[in-house]
């Protein structure tokens, strides 16, 4: 079974720019959940899809949005990019949900807002 | 804020000893998890154990959880230098399993 796939790997913006990542599941994994982690952090929990549904937000401003498509995959798109954004935007999937079962995670997309 | 805290932030062992970290959260859980982040494969999902279990095994690791107490420990038992890396709780304290993460123990494995 192919792992979680995250588009693009490295991402260089600008502030003010906006951007838009990209994650494609495990096959058959119905949840998606985003976290950001900056360096010597836990991870930051975004937001959860299921179903192409939000059914979590963690407490990120409206310029963090999401969505997830029929065939599960999910974006994420942060607008009017800041400074303090620069991050590593981590992506998982889960059979069920995060908390219930383990969740796999693909390999980030690394972003360095100017 | 973070639900779990990982304690010790960071350890450095040598290769063959054991290492034993905790994790502490604030409200009741359904589940608790550790992962392990390296550079090399990314964040790795380790252990899961329920509320209702008190201790689980997989190969070298031991999570035990104490409910009253809440609190977690895990531990590598025989380190190698492929265990160095950054260990993570995180319980479903979040709400509708909402995953909640601690910042982390860095544990470095000395040849």
């Known amino acids: 079974k192919a792992g979680v796939t995250q588009t693009p790997r490295y991402l260089i913006k600008t502030r003010g720019q906006q951007v838009t990542l990209s994650c494609s599941p495990i096959?058959?994994?119905?949840?998606v959940s985003w976290y950001q982690q900056t360096p010597g952090q836990g991870l930051q929990f975004l937001f959860e899809?299921?179903?192409?549904?939000?059914?979590n937000k963690g407490n990120f401003p409206g310029r963090f949005s999401g969505r997830q498509f029929s065939n599960s995959r999910s974006e994420m798109n942060v607008s009017t990019l800041e400074l303090g954004d620069s991050a590593l935007y981590l992506c998982?999937?889960?059979?069920?949900?995060?908390?219930?079962?383990?969740?796999?995670f693909g390999p980030g997309t690394r972003l360095t807002v100017l | 804020s973070q639900q779990g805290e990982e304690d010790p932030q960071a350890l450095s062992i040598q290769e063959g000893e054991n290492a034993t970290m905790n994790c502490s959260y604030k409200?009741?859980?359904?589940?608790l998890q550790w992962y392990r982040q390296n550079s090399g494969r990314g964040l790795v999902h380790l252990i899961l154990?329920?509320?209702n279990e008190r201790e689980k095994h997989s190969g070298r690791l031991r999570v035990t959880l104490d409910t009253s107490k809440k609190s977690s420990s895990l531990l590598i038992t025989a380190s190698r230098a492929a265990d160095t890396a950054s260990y993570f709780c995180?319980?479903?304290?979040?709400?509708?399993?909402?995953?909640?993460w601690g910042a982390g123990t860095k544990l470095i494995i000395k040849p």
């Open positions: 096959s058959g994994h119905r949840s």
């Open positions: 998982a999937s889960s059979l069920v949900a995060g908390g219930y079962n383990e969740q796999f």
């Open positions: 154990i329920r509320s």
């Open positions: 899809y299921f179903s192409e549904t939000q059914r």
């Open positions: 995180a319980t479903d304290a979040g709400g509708n399993y909402q995953l909640i």
């Open positions: 409200t009741s859980i359904n589940n």
